[in-house]
Structure formats: structure tokens, C-alpha cells
T-cell receptor, first 112, second 114 residues
């Protein structure tokens, strides 16, 4: 679960398009996952979570997919808006109290 | 309901000094975690407190310490500051004691070490 990286990949999408942000995790024992959004100068903000006994969970305009076989998590944002521009992080936990491991993040740029 | 409050928001220190950061969790939340965020290392777990007890600690040197008070407010301290300690320090509180719920983050304390 200690998959932090040195590079921040960037995804650029057109307003109105769908966005897909990916995250690979390394700890097969992780059983709870969260996606966070962080805007410049602010703390991370919860978007959606999923437990390991699920493959998919939907929220408002967002869907999280979990593939435990390949240890992959994705966040889909429908009809992306300029306000969605931010850095997105996935976080994993092994029900180990509140010790979460965060991915390195993906920067989403939404072009008007 | 008020969110997680961190003070100070910004501070500048010199090498060798020490710093204390404060965090007030959301009312009713007994778990408080601290994370360090840097451009190179991302978000890294420092420690987590629940009911005044440290339950988990990340891979940081002993210069990093913390505590939690009976009202769930928490402080973290960094002694003998180094240039590499420059970072955004984030506090998060949670209503869950078992890591099964979201973390609510504050806006962070940005520390610059000169």
C-alpha cells in the first residue's frame, strides 16, 4: 500500500467529456478505498469510497471501479466540469485503524 | 457543524528550531490523524490518535511527535527542524475508530524551513 510516486500525471479533458482517473495499489490486503479531490490551497475532500467486497459504486456524476485481481482502482467522472479541475488521490486502508496510504495523485485539467 | 481547524495556516522557521501545530477535529470525532504532504513524496502518514492514545505511527524520525487531549484536539511537534521538513501538514479527523470511514481533512499548516 505504500505506492507513493515522484511524478504527478496530468489528464486534460474537454468540458462535458467523461474523465477516467486510474490508481494502482500494491497491498492485496487493502479492503477499503477512498477517492479524494484536492484543490489548490485546500485540504483533500472526500469524493467516494468503496469496500473490497464491491466492484463498483456510483455517486453523483462519479463512479468508482475496483479490480482486486489486478489491484486497480478507477474514478470515472461524467460530464466533467471546470470545477472538477483539481488533483485526485486514491487512498487505501486495511482496516488498520485510520492509517491510510495515498497514491501519488493525478492532476485533472478541464478545458472550457 | 464546523470542519477540521488547523492553526497556524502558515509559518516560517529556521533550521534547528522547533514547531508545534494544532488541530481541532470535527465535534464528536475521536480519531485524529496527521499527514505530511510534499511535492516529491505526496501524502505520507505521520501518526493517528484515538482517545488520547497513539495507535499508529508512520516512518518518520523521532523528531516528529504528537499528542491528543481529552477533548480530542491534537498537536504535533517537530523538533530540530531540517530543510526537508518544509511541507503542508494535514490533520484529518474521522468518526470511525476502525478505518472504515472517510477522513475529514483540514486545510493544513504550511511550514517553510529556511
Amino acid at each position: 500500500g505504500e505506492s507513493v510516486g515522484l511524478h504527478l500525471p496530468t489528464l486534460s479533458v474537454q468540458e462535458g467529456d467523461n474523465s477516467i482517473i486510474n490508481c494502482a495499489y500494491s497491498n492485496s490486503a487493502s479492503d477499503y478505498f477512498i477517492w479524494y479531490k484536492q484543490e489548490s490551497g485546500k485540504g483533500p475532500q472526500f469524493i467516494i469510497d468503496i469496500r473490497s467486497n464491491m466492484d463498483k459504486r456510483q455517486g453523483q456524476r462519479v463512479t468508482v471501479l475496483l479490480n482486486k485481481t489486478v489491484k486497480h482502482l478507477s474514478l470515472q467522472i461524467a460530464a466533467t466540469q471546470p470545477g472538477d479541475s483539481a488533483v485526485y488521490f486514491c487512498a487505501e486502508n486495511t482496516y488498520n485503524f485510520n492509517k491510510f496510504y495515498f497514491g501519488s495523485g493525478t492532476k485533472l485539467n478541464v478545458k472550457p | 457543524k464546523a470542519g477540521v481547524t488547523q492553526t497556524p495556516r502558515y509559518l516560517i522557521k529556521t533550521r534547528g528550531q522547533q514547531v508545534t501545530l494544532s488541530c481541532s477535529p470535527i465535534s464528536g470525532h475521536r480519531s485524529v490523524s496527521w499527514y505530511q504532504q510534499t511535492p516529491g513524496q505526496g501524502l505520507q502518514f505521520l501518526f493517528e490518535y484515538f482517545s488520547e492514545t497513539q495507535r499508529n505511527k508512520g516512518n518518520f524520525p523521532g523528531r516528529f511527535s504528537g499528542r491528543q487531549f481529552s477533548n480530542s484536539r491534537s498537536e504535533m511537534n517537530v523538533s530540530t527542524l531540517e530543510l526537508g521538513d518544509s511541507a503542508l501538514y494535514l490533520c484529518a479527523s474521522s468518526p470511525s475508530s476502525r478505518g472504515t470511514g472517510e477522513l475529514f481533512f483540514g486545510e493544513g499548516s504550511r511550514l517553510t524551513v529556511l
